[in-house]
Structure formats: C-alpha cells, structure tokens
C-alpha cells in the first residue's frame, strides 16, 4: 500500500470488522506509531473508507494532550500517535472493578477530554465512550482513542447521517428515533461507564441496570450514585447540561468524601484523647493514693508489730503451763 512504506509494522495489536490495527515504527520521527488499515471486504470497502475519511477529518481539528494525534493518512490506512499503556476494560479484567477513589480520579479526566470536545466552534461528539477505548498510559494519566464513531454536532440537523454506538453504553438517541445526538448523549455514555467501572455491572442487563437505579450500590457512597443515575436518565433534559457540571458534581463528591473522613479521624481523636485524659487522671492520682498508703503502713506497722509480739508470749504462756500439767 502506496505510503505504509515510511512505517516498520511490529505486530498486530487490535482488530475489528472493517479494519486492523498494527503497532509500528515510524521510520522518519523514530517514534512508534499506530497504523489503521483497511480490510479488503467485497461490498463493505466503500462504506469503511469514508468511515476512516470521516475520523481522520476528525482527528485533523483536535489538539489536546489526552487525545490520540493524527500523523499521517492516506487511501485505505491511517496513522497516530502510539499511546503506551492498558485499556481500562484490560485493567478492569485484570484487577476487576476500581476503587470509587481511583475510578472518581479517572471520570474527572474523562470529563474534561469530553469537556474539550463540546467546547469547540463545532462541537465534536464522540459518541463511543467505553472502558475499550480509554487508555490508562504508562504515566498514569487517562487518553481517549479510537473515534471512528466520532461526529461534528451541527445545530439544526434532525438526525444523524449514521447511526453508530456500542450496545449497553450507547444512549437511546443514538438508535436514530430520538433526533441528532449531542453533548448530552456523551454524557450517557460516560455514566455507563464509570458505572461498569465502579460495580461491574454488564450495561446490557437491564434488570441489574434498574436495580442500580433503585437501590445504589453499597461499594458506592450516595452522592457518586447520584452523579451516575443523573448521567443515564434516558431524557437528555435530565440528564446533567454538561460535562463541566459532572466535573464540578464529581470534585465536590471528593471534598465531602474528605470531610466525612475528618469528621470521623476527630471523632475518634476525641475519644481516644478522653480516654488518654481518664488514664493520666489515673496516673496524676495514683501518687498520692501510693503516699498515704505507706504513710498508713508506717504508723500502723509499729502497733500490729507489738500485738503481733504479746500473742506470741501468751501464745507461748499457755503452752508451757499444758505441758507442766501432764507432768504432774
């Protein structure tokens, strides 16, 4: 393929119905890439050009540090920045589900990748967010890829040209009855997801998903339930207005969580000072308490010690008189 010839392919490291993934070097920059390649499907090649068209045209208009960078593109491929790291849904398969702390951390993150793209003169929908396609990198730090499913909002517009979305994550509007999606529906997509990662609930269970509605989580404190429940209201006017309020929402659960946790280390200082202050009573006591003690000992002893001596001699008396009596 004319212009894949600047790249080394190394291995094969991911691939879907349209397309495979490859990790390579990048000849030129020395650095390692991602290369997208199109598959030769008989029927299926012109749809799956545009696609990537579309993407790429996509990837063109964003510069965030988050966000995987277009590097190169031409007929039937596409390249990007390679991002070293796992995939959540990797992380959460390994190590199972996250700590409403680290998993807090990751959502604020997200928001504000998410925040970014909303921001923008044409607003870009993501429309795929899932644990699959949030990278945790090897410094840590949370990056959004693959955005073939990525779109330009364009107020005015009915409906979407395609209608794309992963099962379980993807929002009601985005089964194409419901008019174009929106801001509003990343934000659906982002409360299934930080829901998946804090209970391991499979999105497709609808019984477990109304459950979570109704009932929480006991691994979950009440205000990260709300933020979630909020997220996934299939009206969109119910849901948050954007993802700068999940941000704030998502903080000022960290601050109370924080507080709710001060309140308890002086609750327990509290007791542990009273108890401390009942023992150095004791100790602060106990001095005197040992003084008249010895004090009492000492004047008492001489009198025990003189009554002790009279009844051993009366003791000693009355002996030796029985003993005279058998003699006799």
Do not use: W
Request: aromatic share 8%; hydrophobic share 40%.
């Amino acid at each position: 393929m004319r212009g894949l010839s600047r790249y080394k392919i190394l291995k094969k490291i991911g691939e879907g119905g349209t397309s495979a993934v490859y990790l390579a070097y990048d000849k030129r920059t020395g650095k390692k890439v991602t290369v997208k390649v199109l598959k030769e499907i008989k029927g299926a090649l012109g749809r799956a050009s545009m696609s990537m068209e579309e993407e790429a045209s996509v990837l063109k208009r964003l510069k965030h540090p988050r966000i995987q960078r277009l590097v190169d593109y031409g007929d039937g491929y596409m390249v990007t920045r390679h991002i070293s790291g796992i995939s959540l849904a990797e992380k959460l398969h390994a190590n199972g589900i996250l700590s409403e702390k680290e998993a807090v951390g990751i959502a604020i993150e997200l928001a504000g990748i998410l925040k970014y793209l909303h921001g923008l003169r044409e607003p870009v929908i993501y429309r795929d967010l899932k644990p699959a396609n949030i990278i945790i990198g090897n410094d840590k730090k949370v990056y959004l890829i693959d955005f073939g499913a990525a779109r330009i909002y364009r107020r005015g517009e009915k409906s979407d040209t395609s209608f794309l979305g992963t099962v379980g994550f993807a929002a009601p509007e985005q089964y194409g009855t419901l008019g174009q999606t929106s801001p509003k529906t990343d934000i659906y997509c982002f409360g299934m997801t930080l829901l998946q990662m804090t209970t391991g609930i499979d999105v497709k269970n609808e019984n477990a998903l109304e459950n979570f509605k109704l009932n929480g989580s006991p691994k979950l404190s009440d205000d990260l339930v709300k933020i979630i429940n909020k997220c996934i209201k299939p009206e969109r006017d119910d849901r948050f207005k954007s993802c700068g309020e999940i941000e704030k929402a998502l903080l000022d659960s960290i601050v109370k969580r924080k507080r709710s946790g001060i309140v308890r280390y002086l609750k327990r200082s509290i007791a542990a000072a009273g108890l401390a202050a009942a023992i150095s009573g004791t100790i602060l006591y106990a001095e005197p308490v040992k003084k008249y003690v010895v004090c009492d000992a000492e004047t008492r002893m001489p009198a025990f010690k003189g009554r002790l001596y009279n009844a051993k001699e009366r003791i000693a008396e009355f002996i030796g008189r029985e003993l005279f009596k058998e003699e006799k």
